[in-house]
C-alpha cells in the first residue's frame, strides 16, 4: 500500500478548518479514534510501565462514555509499527462522516 501524503494532508487540512462542536453536539457512537501507545523500544532506552498504561485507559474512558468499540483503533507496542498505523489512520478516514446538524 502507498502512502498518499497528499491526501493526508489535504484530510488534515479538512479538519483543522472544521468548526468544532459544541458539548452538546458530540455523539460518541459517531466518532472514530486511532490510538498509537509505544512503551516498548528496539534500542536500549529507558523502559516505561506497562501498569496504568494512559493510552489504554484513554480507550476504556471512551467505551464507558458510549464510544462503540468497533470505532477505535488501539495499537500498542510490537503492533504500532507503521504499516498498521497507516492502515489504522486510512480506515479511520474512510469511514463514513457522522451527519452535521
Do not use: C
Request: charged residues 30%.
Amino acid at each position: 500500500m502507498s502512502w498518499n501524503w497528499k491526501a493526508t494532508s489535504a484530510f488534515l487540512v479538512v479538519l483543522a478548518v472544521l468548526p468544532p462542536l459544541r458539548a452538546d453536539e458530540f455523539e460518541p457512537a459517531k466518532t472514530h479514534a486511532v490510538f498509537v501507545g509505544v512503551l516498548e523500544w528496539q534500542h536500549a532506552l529507558t523502559p516505561y510501565p506497562k501498569k496504568h498504561r494512559k493510552d489504554q485507559e484513554l480507550r476504556d474512558l471512551l467505551v464507558r462514555r458510549g464510544k462503540p468499540e468497533a470505532n477505535i483503533t488501539l495499537l500498542l507496542d510490537k503492533d504500532a509499527n507503521l504499516a498498521k498505523i497507516r492502515d489504522a489512520v486510512t480506515k479511520t478516514a474512510r469511514a463514513p462522516a457522522p451527519a452535521r446538524r
